[in-house]
């Protein structure tokens, strides 16, 4: 059996031709069919609106191309929007949701020659430029026409679905691409507006992959809701016409997905529009963009965040095993690239937190000791008073760093005592003496000195003890002092 690659390379070379002819809506390379089924031999496929024998020989698809098998399938593809008149009412989707997630209802909040339309928004995706999260739809679903402003206003669900304006509106159109192999928009959500990283009945998105033949897939949309199908198609080429003022464009490099009948008539239909197509693992692998009759047309994932300069939104779980499980084919490298710098970015901010909040936490700590110390000591200080009380409290808070040995008996009340503790002890006693000033004994007789004239008493010691009062006094105060301030 001939190589998906081989038989990709004889369509390049004979597509333009084939394009050219009347008639001729896509050429792919996919599975033959025979009696409307699909079998499991590849060829080249040329698509036809319809099948005729009037066509002159020289126009015909031959039986093999270079040896390759060839086969000629009926379809004419259509954008699948959903439009009804302003005020006329079609609904599929009518629920609000205050997060928004992928696969529900959205639409323009503008009416469009009278018409309202609705599509499906696909997906949350990251936008590489702001890293916020954005709304990933299809131009034709944002936009509409030509007549689209970057800065138009969405609304979720959609006006045919009982959305309504401003109260609905969630977001506006940020970039919107119609070119060769995108049909897609970059719509923004507004600050305050929740918004999940995953697809209604589908569940959280795990990454992107490349499709592939056979690959079995799903979607879920606005009209038709969670469909089962397989891809049947890749690289194709196929024309739609856009309407007035775009006109027919061809977009290549496309993925053809056919309906799994025995789950669902139809893979999908207008409305569905904007919805990303899934495989089974919750890889994303497409955009569906346009159908024709069952058969369904998307734009490959990758061309899609890369022509809108947006990454897949995974879930959060998948983010934290450092991003998107092994993908496959070329495409993906960037949507890797960029999971590997947000695990680097998170390893690093893990690293600065985790260093901040020791560096913080030692600075406090030792703030604290300071604060804490200093603090002790000057409210302790700040009720010390110089009395007996205070002056006895002071000694028994504070060691003496040494203790020098008492020396003998000196002249005058202390005698040779030099340290703190004796020298506050001494005035303390001194002071308690003074309780009725002076002893008895000491007081002088004035009884004979009661006149002017008459001699003054005789010295008997009073001043020299007045005296050595007031050094213990003065020397008790400079004492304090120094147990008032700060230690360092």
């Known amino acids: 059996m001939p190589s998906v690659a081989e038989l990709v390379a004889v369509k390049q070379k004979v597509e333009q031709r084939f394009l050219d002819q009347p008639g001729v809506t896509g050429?792919?390379?996919?599975?033959?069919?025979?009696?409307?089924?699909?079998?499991?031999?590849?060829?080249?496929?040329?698509h036809v609106a319809r099948k005729s024998d009037d066509i002159p020989s020289a126009d015909r698809v031959p039986e093999n191309l270079e040896g390759f098998v060839t086969d000629v399938v009926e379809r004419v593809y259509e954008l699948q929007v959903a439009s009804r008149p302003a005020g006329m009412t079609l609904q599929a989707d009518t629920r609000h949701f205050s997060t928004l997630k992928g696969g529900v209802s959205m639409g323009p909040s503008r009416v469009i020659d009278g018409s309202v339309f609705a599509g499906t928004l696909g997906a949350v995706v990251v936008d590489n430029a702001t890293r916020a999260k954005a709304a990933l739809t299809n131009f034709h679903v944002a936009a509409v026409d030509s007549t689209f402003q970057i800065g138009d206003r969405m609304v979720q669900p959609s006006l045919i679905d009982t959305g309504a304006t401003p109260q609905g509106e969630f977001g506006a159109i940020l970039r919107a691409k119609?070119?060769?192999?995108?049909?897609?928009a970059l719509i923004s959500i507004d600050p305050g507006r929740?918004?999940?990283?995953e697809i209604d009945e589908i569940g959280p998105v795990q990454g992107t992959r490349k499709a592939t033949l056979g690959m079995a897939v799903r979607k879920r949309g606005r009209t038709t809701g969670l469909t089962h199908g397989s891809v049947d198609g890749v690289s194709g080429s196929i024309q739609v016409d856009y309407?007035?003022?775009?006109?027919?464009?061809?977009?290549?490099?496309q993925v053809s997905i056919a309906a799994d009948t025995s789950r669902n008539a139809l893979f999908s239909d207008h409305g569905d529009s904007g919805s990303v197509i899934v495989d089974d693992d919750g890889f994303v692998v497409a955009l569906l963009f346009a159908g024709a009759g069952s058969s369904t047309s998307a734009n490959p994932i990758a061309a899609v965040l890369s022509e809108l300069n947006v990454?897949?939104?995974?879930?959060g779980s998948q983010a934290a095993r450092g991003g998107v499980p092994a993908t496959h084919g070329k495409p993906v490298v960037k949507d890797v690239r960029d999971h590997k710098e947000l695990v680097k970015d998170k390893e690093l901010i893990k690293e600065l937190t985790k260093d901040k909040e020791l560096k913080e936490f030692t600075k406090d700590k030792e703030i604290a000791k300071e604060l804490t110390k200093e603090k002790d000591?000057?409210?302790?200080?700040?009720?010390s008073v110089l009395d007996n009380k205070t002056l006895k409290d002071a000694i028994d808070h504070i060691k003496p760093l040494e203790k020098p040995p008492v020396g003998p008996p000196g002249p005058g009340p202390l005698g040779g005592q030099t340290s703190l503790e004796q020298r506050l002890s001494a005035v303390e006693a001194q002071l308690a003496r003074l309780g009725s000033f002076i002893e008895?004994?000491?007081r002088p007789d004035l009884r004979g000195a009661a006149l002017p004239t008459a001699p003054q008493p005789a010295q008997d010691g009073?001043?020299?003890?007045?005296?050595?009062?007031?050094r213990q006094v003065a020397d008790a105060v400079t004492a304090k002092s120094e147990f008032d301030t700060p230690m360092a």
């Open 311 to 315: 990454s897949m939104c995974v879930s």
């Open 243 to 253: 309407g007035d003022g775009l006109g027919v464009h061809t977009l290549t490099n």
């Open 440 to 442: 008895p004994e000491q």
């Open 178 to 184: 119609l070119s060769d192999a995108v049909d897609g």
């Open 194 to 197: 929740a918004a999940s990283c």
């Open 27 to 46: 050429i792919d390379v996919g599975y033959k069919e025979v009696g409307g089924e699909l079998t499991d031999q590849i060829a080249v496929r040329v």
């Open 377 to 383: 000591i000057k409210e302790f200080s700040k009720d």
């Open 462 to 470: 009073t001043e020299e003890l007045r005296a050595e009062l007031e």
